[in-house]
């Protein structure tokens, strides 16, 4: 890793000054911790901020305004007061766990930040199993809820917990095999050589339908709409999280939203160029910038989708993911598999990173996702034309019962 | 016997997590705390897989142990109603188990580890320094015809079977 | 580098650990979470073995994620088949569960 910008320079200044050299070591490594933990801490707040306004212009109204200009403190407004709200503990709770799962909550959003490559240089851990790390973390996210509805000591927040992890196991599925799509075609599990690879053409232009399964996914899999059955008022109340209060339940929703800017910046490393951009080769920091502004566009869509969709119930959520998904996800795996061994013996495979070397393979590919596309559309509109008729069935039949003497009215 | 590195801290808190979460399982009464204490236990062994410079197999640890299985569990232990405070928690002959328990120890640990790797032992060599192999050669192991590819094979053929046999025993026949 | 035998010690400590386990508790899905603890230490000397003996060999990592996908398959069944005992008999200690037919 030469080429890497390390803070081991620091732990040389401190081994001359006489420190011993491992202690040297951790004590730099947990500086880049906090280096690399402070920027989700930090965005949580503008993204409170962005969703409460992008929610308030969709429903045409301003959204906060009054707090700083534009309403940008209401979020620091917002934490002073959870602060200060108290701390209470239900009767016959579970003490120790039911403190233990808001931190979960929080840790299991931050430590995927580990991972991410934020420019060529800068990456928190540079693991050659990047993807899996990061699998396992949302993996790590089903302990909290089980515990925070257990340790509540309420039937309703069980519940609200088992309805919950029954949606995120199920999404685990199509989220893990459409991410194989893209560890295919880079051929390595790491972040940062994934995004290296990314060089030529996007991965999004050369696997769409992955892409889309993914986002899909990972809307399912942080809870938000329109699968946010799970917390949305009207539903369960507040399904798992609903004896928490204060800060404990700052914390769920803090780890909620940057799990959900996670998810957008995840989806934008692997399919949509990660830093890349024009310039970053020379001038490294300007990667930050690209990746900045890629995320945002992906969750600004995630947010308009977020007051747009309706919500789906768990029964069409489960349907949604068995039936639909999960084989979409199997055949585009097996489709890439095969059109990337047939690139292989046609030869055209990308050796340099430039776009003309990358067209072939990205045309070939392009064309098998869009034929997938196209037999997937062809099978909802199949299954949708079937579901009319049933409706249509059903109402002839019941107006052809309607033998009542008072002819209804205003048919 | 161990120089103070960070290799050794990191040795003795991941065994402190394997060794404490196992205690915990057997002797709690709390089966939601068993379960936590298990959790613990699965870390531990996740710590010890990237010690030993086999990350892949740290991760699948968390993907699969924790990630499925300790929830499974969690689940089994809440649909079976027999949660928190157990009437008995050992059975009559916990105390044979027990000595059971430590003669097995003592008899590996004295008969087989420390003669022949311990300190003194016969096969005390320097362990092999550098590993070359990375994830790229376990991959393609398991699809090689030459090595793992039929167990491969067959692994996945249980997999299928046992997800569909645990859904026919666990399904609701009485409506 | 820390030597071999520690990594066996304590794979063989859970090892035991595990073994009480199973012999002396009565619930069954208690039994269950030894039986995995028993796995797991099965999986330690595997990698241990794997790393300081022959690590050019991929064998031990392998045969670790065989292990893996075995104790996975075992815990389905095995929980899924305490569920229908449960349902039946309303009573998850493995006491109970003594007739071979009822």
Known sequence: ?411 | MLEFNAQSVAFIVFALFSLGGALGVVTTRNLIHATLYLILSLFGAAGFFVLLSAPFLAAVQILVYIGAIAILIVFAVMLTRSMTRLRELYNRQWLLSGVVGVALFLLLMIGVILPVWGINGSHVGKPVSDVVTTTVDLGIALVDQNQYVLPFEVASLLLTAAMIGAIVIARDDRE | MIPLWMYLAVAAGLFCIGTYGVLSRRNAVAVLMSVELMLNAVNINLVAFWRYIEPSNMAGQAFAAFVFVIAAAEASVGLAIIISVYRNRRSVSVEDVDMLKW
């Open chain 1, 1 to 411: 890793m030469e080429n890497v910008c390390s803070i081991n320079n620091l732990v040389a200044c401190l081994v001359q000054s006489g420190m011993n050299p491992d202690l040297a070591n951790l004590l730099t490594a947990l500086g880049g911790v906090v280096l690399v933990a402070t920027v989700p801490l930090v965005t949580v707040i503008f993204l409170i901020w962005i969703e409460r306004k992008v929610a308030a212009r969709v429903q045409d109204r301003l959204g906060p305004n009054r707090v700083g200009p534009f309403g940008l403190l209401q979020s620091v407004a917002d934490a002073v007061k959870m602060i200060t709200k108290e701390d209470i503990t239900p009767q016959g709770a579970d003490k120790f766990i039911y403190n233990l799962a808001p931190i979960i909550a929080f840790a299991s959003v931050v430590l995927i930040w580990a991972v991410i490559p934020f420019t060529p240089l800068h990456i928190g851990a540079d693991l050659s199993i990047g993807i899996l790390y990061f699998v396992a973390v949302a993996s790590i996210g089903t302990i909290k809820i089980m515990i925070a509805g257990w340790s509540s000591n309420n039937k309703y927040a069980l519940l609200g917990a088992f309805r919950t992890i029954a949606q995120l196991l199920s999404y685990e599925v199509p989220l893990v095999l459409s991410l194989l799509v893209p560890v295919m075609i880079g051929g390595t599990l790491g972040m940062q050589e994934i995004v290296r690879q990314q060089g030529g053409m996007w991965f999004f232009f050369m696997a769409p339908v992955a892409a889309i399964m993914f986002f899909i996914a990972n809307l399912a899999e942080t809870g938000r709409a329109p699968f946010d059955l799970l917390e949305a008022e009207s539903e369960i109340i507040a399904g798992y999280n609903i004896e928490y209060s204060g800060f404990k339940w700052g914390m769920f929703m803090a780890g909620e939203f940057m799990h959900a800017f996670t998810a957008c910046l995840l989806t934008v490393v692997v399919f949509f160029g990660g830093w890349w951009g024009p310039g970053v080769e020379q001038i490294p920091v300007l990667g930050f910038i690209y990746l900045g502004l890629k995320t945002a566009v992906i969750y600004l869509f995630a947010l308009v989708l977020r007051s747009t969709v309706p919500r789906v119930r768990i029964d069409q959520l489960m349907t949604l993911n068995w039936k639909w998904l999960v084989p979409i996800s199997v055949a585009n795996v097996i489709v890439t598999a095969f059109l990337l061994q047939v690139i292989k013996a046609l030869g055209l495979t990308p050796q340099s990173g430039d776009l003309i070397a990358a067209l072939p393979q990205t045309i070939i590919l392009l064309v098998g996702n869009v034929l997938l596309g196209v037999v997937v559309f062809g099978f909802i509109g199949r299954v949708g034309r079937a579901q009319r008729a049933a409706d249509q069935a059903v109402q002839i039949h019941t107006d052809h019962d309607d033998h009542s003497p008072v002819p209804a009215v205003g048919d």
